[in-house]
């Protein structure tokens, strides 16, 4: 995506366009850690499977590195994590797999977020759940939101509908359907990610050594997903500026890694062009213009549960 959504000269043509500079080594650095510790920790629990004592905290574990590949996930459908059209469609297969969602439907999917960004009517991730624009009123509701159930159901509903279901019921469960550019491709890419999820449950569930320890892993990482994305728009404006409508969080050293520097969100959005590994340069330079920047995901939703957070966004 090349669209810049900051119309205010923020970064000046110069800066910008080194910003924007693609570079294959940062990415293939840091996905093959990420996919590494991936197969590592699935690996050393399906070994020690009869040790409940290891597998508990390995499946935690495994939950967070899973729900942090959507970060390269994120990067590579943007184009922005490799200088190779190859080498962003072959990342984006690697990491969309686990992530259980079809390339092609997470393209069109968000970039039509990016251009209706909190828009009630037309932003896809909150056309079939508006309630998930404000904070939850209560610690139940909150509870219930951060479960994984609403991300699931984000991701299930157009994977089984992109793949069973005839083209002229598309608009049924996603809006943005005449978006699309190749049906045809996008029904396959769909298929082949619901068969091998299908093929990873069946294959927990027959047996597999610690495969109960997956599919909690397999769930687990939709609460953490849940938790991390929430911070980036929820309790936001409507309207006004991109700035205004999304939120950057200042977190640790260990969680930026994971996340890809996708914790400066506000910054992203600005301009969807700027690779992940120049997000911190970014953040530095834009910094007194965020108009919502807190100080970790933990102090955000600690902010949520005592009602300190900022307003629940407006018109």
Known sequence: MDEQFESRPLLSPEVLGTLITRRTLPSLV?????????????????????RAWLCAPLSIALAWIWSALFAPFHECTHR??????VGNHLGAWLTGVPFG????????????????????????????????????PSILTWLIAN????????????????????????????????????????????????????????????????GGW????????????????????TGLPHSGTILARTRSVVTTPFVQFWLWNMNFHAEHHGWPSIPWHQLPTTHRAVTPQLESLVPGYVALHRGVLSGETLPRGGP
Not at 30 to 47: E, K, N, Q, Y
Not at 80 to 85: D, K
Not at 103 to 129: I, N, W
Not at 214 to 233: D, G, I, K, N
Request: aromatic share 14%.
């Open 101 to 136: 969602m079809a390339p092609s439907v997470y393209r069109t999917f968000h970039y039509e977020h990016h251009r209706y960004t909190q828009d009630l009517e037309k932003d896809p991730e909150l056309t079939g759940a508006p309630h998930y624009a404000a904070w939850p």
């Open 147 to 210: 479960s994984g159930y609403g991300l699931l159901l984000l991701k299930l509903r157009p994977l089984f509908g992109f793949a069973i279901k005839p083209q002229a019921h598309w608009g049924s469960f996603a809006r943005w359907a005449p978006r699309i550019d190749d049906p045809a491709r996008l029904v396959l890419e769909c298929r082949i990610v619901l068969g091998c999820w299908l093929v990873f449950i069946v294959a927990a569930w027959s047996g597999v050594p610690g």
């Open 214 to 233: 997956l599919l909690f892993a397999a769930w687990f990482t939709h609460v953490f997903q849940s938790l991390w994305l929430a911070a980036e728009h």
């Open 30 to 50: 840091r996905l093959s850690v990420h996919l590494g510790a991936f197969t590592g920790v699935i690996a050393s629990i399906v070994v020690n499977a009869e």
């Open 80 to 85: 922005t994590a490799f200088r190779s059209l």
